[in-house]
């Protein structure tokens, strides 16, 4: 069986596309956000997921739900997937659209764990050193946690940078092991 991120890749690519061409990159980004939200809806989903209904069905509960808020193109998006019954996969298709739009824009969301709160000049400070370093705009996404002691613990895609106190503990007490 074909997975989620299978299904649900062509159609973000093609919407991505057609965004791009028309030069409404951030409107689709805002429609397939507000479509993935209401497609989370556990009362909205189950009701998707009722055999007894049509795609036709279908489509006019979201779209009725999203009236005012999205475009003709985004109407016929939706229609096509649920012509194609793929309006479960709706919330993996915004994730990789965004995906696609941050690629395009050099853009990229880092996690940044911090042992304590770090100002506005740390946060420039930092997103302009990752900037450099992965040649994108960084925006940085700062959670604290006091376990790290002391330091920071960088997550950018693949890329973990582990300068925390406890990270370098970790090393320690491994190479006194060896």
């Not at 941050?102 to 969301?109: G, M, W």
């Not at 996690?111 to 900037?131: G, I, N, R, Y």
Request: with cysteine; hydrophobic share 45%; proline share 3%.
């Amino acid at each position: 069986m074909a997975t989620t991120n299978t299904l649900a890749r062509p159609y973000a690519k093609a919407a991505f596309e057609y965004a791009s061409s028309a030069n409404k990159l951030d409107a689709w980004s805002g429609m397939l956000a507000l479509a993935s939200a209401v497609m989370t809806d556990a009362a909205f989903s189950n009701r998707v997921m009722n055999p007894a209904l049509t795609g036709e069905q279908k489509a006019q509960d979201l779209l009725m739900v999203c009236e005012g808020r999205i475009d003709d193109e985004f109407t016929a998006f939706i229609r096509t997937l649920a012509e194609n019954d793929r309006l479960p996969v709706i919330p993996v298709i915004a994730e990789l659209y965004e995906q696609n739009k941050a690629e395009y824009d050099r853009s990229i969301t880092v996690e940044v764990e911090s042992a304590f709160e770090l100002d506005a000049d740390q946060k420039q400070t930092l997103a302009t050193a990752l900037s450099k370093r992965l040649d994108r705009t960084v925006t940085p996404h700062v959670t604290i946690n006091p376990a790290l002691i002391g330091g920071v613990l960088i997550r950018a895609g693949d890329l973990v940078i582990d300068g925390s106190v406890r990270g370098r503990l970790a090393k320690l007490a491994e190479a006194l092991k060896s």
